[in-house]
């Protein structure tokens, strides 16, 4: 498995990594599922504080307890949630931010974190008091290195400019251009990666894409019609071969543009798990494919989340 450098920070991630959201709390297929992922060579795991209110993070921590060496751990805070009420608020607060690390690592145990990301944010926070807070975790060494999660171009500049962050977590994939239109450049020339959240967009760009976008995209995607996102899939399915199967060229997509440090991909299932780790055996992507690709597709812009 390949790595690639997180920013500037000594943090060296696998190429694809594994989504910890869809693990459910079946503790017993979650440990396999994470165990076989490492197995395969991936090292990043990403959680966070939300997820199933506190029970994916216990989870995780569990499953590698024995092997916390071996993995590079993401979570992620700014989410101030109520586990009996199963409701939250936002609150990117330092108070909130340094309370949540706590709990975190109670819940993973662990003495350390080494991705901590805020889960969302507007251009509306308190962003210096929220980069105070994580600058505090680091210098008390709770924190290796902390990024965002945001599809927010104006927020990911604000926090590009006046925080040492070395990580942006964004949805991108063959459907979602976006971040190629706007932010992936200017993230690459400030030495910042990103992390691929959703390659394979709910399962669109997976094997079985045309069948997925019958049962959940009536509606559309984004910029496309329910009938364009059908006869997209149908199209790539033309890609699909025992070189390169659609999960994988979904992987390898995202992961073209030197900006782009991991896929992060979920799995609710061995089988899923399995599917997507095909991209380890996979026939290189040429510059000829990612052009066909690219022609198929939209060059979609930020236009709500700014």
């Known amino acids: 498995m390949n790595k690639r450098q997180l920013g500037s920070s000594d943090l060296h991630i696998s190429e694809i990594s594994l989504g910890c959201m869809n693990l459910g709390t079946d503790e017993h297929k979650a440990k396999n599922m994470i165990?076989?992922?490492?197995?395969?060579?991936?090292?990043?795991?990403?959680t966070a504080d939300l997820y199933d209110f506190g029970e994916n993070e216990k989870?995780?921590?569990?499953?590698?307890?024995?092997r916390r060496e071996d993995v590079i751990l993401g979570s992620k805070v700014g989410n101030h949630f109520d586990k009996e009420k199963k409701d939250w608020f936002w609150d990117p607060s330092k108070d909130h931010i340094k309370e949540g690390v706590k709990e975190s690592l109670r819940r993973l145990n662990t003495d350390y974190i080494d991705l901590y990301q805020l889960h969302g944010g507007t251009i509306e926070d308190n962003i210096g008091e929220t980069i105070e807070a994580f600058e505090d975790l680091k210098q008390e060494g709770l924190i290796r290195e902390y990024g965002i999660s945001s599809i927010r171009?104006?927020?990911?500049?604000?926090?590009?400019?006046?925080?040492?962050?070395?990580?942006?977590?964004?949805?991108?994939?063959?459907?979602?251009?976006?971040?190629?239109?706007?932010?992936?450049?200017?993230?690459?020339?400030?030495?910042?990666?990103?992390?691929?959240?959703?390659?394979l967009a709910k399962g669109m760009l997976s094997d079985n894409g045309a069948k997925v976008?019958?049962?959940?995209?009536?509606?559309?995607?984004?910029?496309?019609?329910?009938?364009e996102m059908l006869a997209l899939a149908e199209k790539l399915e033309d890609y699909s071969s025992e070189e390169r199967t659609l999960n994988a060229l979904a992987l390898q997509y995202v992961l073209h543009h030197p900006a782009i440090a991991t896929a992060v991909f979920g799995a609710s299932s061995l089988k899923q798990l399995e599917d997507n780790l095909r991209f380890l055996e996979a026939k290189p992507l040429t510059e000829q494919i990612f052009g066909e690709i690219q022609a198929l597709t939209k060059p979609i812009t930020y236009q709500k989340h700014r």
Not at 35 to 45: K, P, Q, S, V
């Open 213 to 227: 976008v019958e049962s959940k995209a009536n509606d559309g995607f984004l910029d496309y019609n329910y009938e």
């Open 35 to 46: 165990e076989r992922a490492l197995e395969a060579g991936i090292n990043y795991l990403d």
């Open 153 to 199: 171009p104006n927020v990911i500049r604000e926090y590009a400019e006046r925080s040492s962050m070395v990580s942006v977590m964004m949805q991108y994939n063959i459907f979602d251009r976006r971040p190629e239109e706007e932010i992936l450049d200017y993230l690459y020339q400030n030495n910042i990666s990103v992390l691929a959240r959703g390659p």
């Open 59 to 66: 989870i995780v921590g569990k499953a590698i307890k024995h």
